[in-house]
């Protein structure tokens, strides 16, 4: 994998795997629930370490294959958690809205908000492993978007009185960013 492909390949990844972060951020903002700076990171350490784990054990699986193998694989993977992810959610099967009540977003509702943002990156992590992604530069992605796109979800809610659902299509995006990820990483081969 050239440097360019592995540096768009995890920048991609890192946006990818937080799209959600920002219509949901948006959510909570527009329900006056705010997460908070340590809310924040604590659900990007969650959902980082959710990356991480299986990208380690993907670069394991990684090394006993052939030469072009993992790439592909790892792509094929990533495109098709990417497609996936566009069916399901054209099946109209979306994440329920966050609690209305207005206040600070307390520690279980955050535990719970992470493990929700972080199922998808299991399988990210795992395929990004198996295409050869180091892990540093994966956190630091995943970590990063995570935090500013929550965030920015926030601020945007303040300026803002369109509804939750009328970024819906950010979800979408995010899975098309995932096909992206999938296809560098085969081409990279």
Known sequence: ???????????????????ENLPVGLAYGLRRRRIGLGRNLAIAAVTTAATLLPLIAGRDLRDLALTAAPDIVGGLLLAGLGLFNIWRERGGRAPAP????PGRVGLRETLVLAAGLSLNNIGL???????GLAAAPVALSVAAFSVLLLWLGEWLSGRSAR??????????DGNLLLVAVGVLVMLGA
């Open 163 to 172: 509804p939750p659902g009328a970024l819906a299509w950010l979800r979408l």
């Open 125 to 131: 992590g795992f395929a990004g492993g198996i295409a």
């Open 98 to 101: 966050p609690a209305a009540t």
């Open 1 to 19: 994998m050239t440097p360019w492909t592995e540096i768009a390949s995890v920048v991609f990844l890192g946006l990818g795997a937080n799209t």
